[in-house]
């Protein structure tokens, strides 16, 4: 299974991945999601969402995943990108993509891999308040859940 994983505080270019995406002739399913600052957390009005991570952990853990995600379903490819530092209101925090012969087993591995993602990899955000005037991040670290 092909592999790509990239975590960084550089823009997430949607359109430059989707361009190398690697197909061979027998996967007929290309399934992506892509994970939106959204304005609000909770009932706080948020400018964006600043995300740490452990990266030597994260690294580990992703690859893990990866190779759990393997063994559960025949995907040819997954590939993710997630960023750290300050992400915008409106701009991509996560891109997965996985690429299957069928489509239920692109959905089922794509969704898996977001949700354990969530649960075990060392990420953390913290909302960067939009009535706070200058956007600074909260003090209250919490997983990337959500």
């Known amino acids: 299974m092909f592999r790509s994983l990239t975590i960084s505080a550089d823009p997430i270019n949607e359109p430059a991945l989707v361009a ?9 399913a290309a399934v992506y999601f892509s994970g939106v600052v959204r304005g609000s957390e909770g009932s706080q009005a948020i400018a964006a969402i600043e995300y740490e991570c452990f990266l030597p952990m994260a690294e580990h853990q992703f690859h893990k995943l990866f190779d759990e995600l393997a063994q559960r379903w025949p995907v040819e490819s997954v590939r993710l990108a997630h960023r750290i530092g300050v992400v915008n209101v409106g701009e991509s ?14 959905f089922a591995a794509c969704q898996w ?17 939009e009535s706070a005037g200058a956007p600074t991040p909260t003090s209250a670290a919490t997983t990337v859940g959500g």
Request: proline share 5%.
């Open 20 to 28: 190398v995406r690697r197909m061979t002739a027998g996967m007929g």
């Open 113 to 129: 891999l977001i949700d354990e993602m969530k649960r075990v990899v060392p990420i953390w955000k913290k909302p960067v308040l």
């Open 93 to 106: 925090s996560l891109w997965v993509e996985v690429i299957a012969a069928h489509r239920g087993e692109a």
